[in-house]
């Protein structure tokens, strides 16, 4: 059993910077974050392997940054409103692939933590 704890959401102006972290209990594989806004499907933001190896949805290129040590952290620069939603740690305990955009994929999630861009 993995146990994935959260923090770092919060309200913030657009052009504003925001860092999640997610605290993991054991190492696993590939790391990702997940967003969901309202009325939306749980998309990947960004995943990161245990080898460094980083994936970026084009939305938040140039914009966000993925690291890990103990801890998996979500830098997030440039903020904009559409940014707005539920951000969700995730682990899987097996290589993705071209598999790991689909969130049924990951065996083991974080509880959410909302993050809020005003414009």
């Known amino acids: 059993q993995v146990q994935l704890v959260e923090s770092g959401g919060g309200l913030v102006q657009a052009g504003g910077s925001l860092r999640l972290s997610c605290a993991a209990s054991?190492?696993?594989?590939?790391m990702g974050w997940f967003r969901q806004a309202p009325g939306k499907r749980r998309e990947l933001v960004a995943s990161i392997t245990s080898g460094g190896s980083t994936y970026y949805a084009d939305s938040v290129k140039g914009r966000f940054t993925i690291s890990r040590d103990n801890t998996i952290y979500l830098q997030m620069n440039s903020l904009k409103p559409e940014d707005t939603a539920v951000y969700y740690c995730?682990?899987?305990?097996?290589?993705?692939?071209?598999?790991?955009?689909?969130?049924?994929?990951?065996?083991?999630w974080g509880q959410g933590t909302q993050v809020t861009v005003s414009s």
């Open positions: 995730a682990a899987a305990l097996r290589a993705l692939g071209t598999l790991k955009s689909q969130a049924l994929n990951y065996d083991y």
């Open positions: 054991t190492r696993t594989y590939v």
